[in-house]
T-cell receptor, first 111, second 112 residues
Framework: SQQGEEDPQALSIQEGENATMNCSYK?????LQWYRQNSGRGLVHLIL?????REKHSGRLRVTLDTSKKSSSLLITASRAADTASYFC???????????FGTGTRLQVFP | DVKVTQSSRYLVKRTGEKVFLECVQD?????MFWYRQDPGLGLRLIYF???????EKGDIPEGYSVSREKKERFSLILESASTNQTSMYLC???????????FGPGTRLLVL
């Protein structure tokens, strides 16, 4: 089963609205990362949050991490049509030396 | 900026053919990875390499092999392509094994 599970699987919003995506995982981690993928392209790294951090910001992105609940959320504020993409969380479990990706959330932002 | 390039964006091959997918990174990264991406299954790790001539199996290595003769280049080989290997193949590199990964644009492979 997947280490990281994103929720929801798909999300549709209007430009200007905020978009929130969640990621849950199963085992203890060193860090958690969020990536974006435009249709048919490679993934682009957005933000990395370490297990001892609770919140991190980057521009219009805000990521939170709750290690007690084994969950993370990605908030995109004031969304734009260009934010339309799939968003993946990736975890770095403590007992492995690789990243494990979730199945992603497809975000559609309508102009 | 890190640049990861993949030899082809689209590739069509026939069942039984030997297929080479090449990946090159220009940031002197130690670690390189090959994933395949299928709808509903997310990214699955095929092989990774943490040094020249070193390789480690990922979650789904069956039917694949890899080669890393030079630090900047990591090749994925399908010895005898099968239709169930039709997929999007993504290469990535990183400085540390669990740190930020930089991805190439992907190769969409169709095996007929």
């Amino acid at each position: 089963s997947q280490q990281g599970e994103e929720d929801p699987q798909a999300l549709s919003i209007q430009e200007g609205e905020n978009a929130t995506m969640n990621c849950s995982y199963k085992t203890s981690i060193n860090n958690l990362q969020w990536y974006r993928q435009n249709s048919g392209r490679g993934l682009v790294h957005l933000i990395l949050i370490r297990s001892n951090e609770r919140e991190k910001h980057s521009g219009r992105l805000r990521v939170t991490l709750d290690t007690s609940k084994k969950s993370s959320s990605l908030l995109i504020t004031a969304s734009r049509a260009a934010d339309t993409a799939s968003y993946f969380c990736a975890t770095d479990p403590r007992n492995t030396d690789k990243l494990i990706f979730g199945t992603g959330t497809r975000l559609q932002v309508f102009p | 900026d890190v640049k990861v390039t993949q030899s082809s964006r689209y590739l069509v091959k026939r069942t039984g053919e030997k297929v080479f997918l090449e990946c090159v990174q220009d940031m002197d990264h130690e670690n390189m990875f090959w994933y395949r991406q299928d709808p509903g299954l997310g990214l699955r790790l095929i092989y990774f390499s943490y040094d020249v001539k070193m390789k480690e199996k990922g979650d789904i290595p069956e039917g694949y092999s890899v080669s890393r003769e030079k630090k900047e280049r990591f090749s994925l080989i399908l010895e005898s392509a099968s239709t169930n290997q039709t997929s999007m193949y993504l290469c990535a590199s990183s400085e540390g094994q669990s740190e930020t990964q930089y991805f190439g644009p992907g190769t969409r492979l169709l095996v007929l």
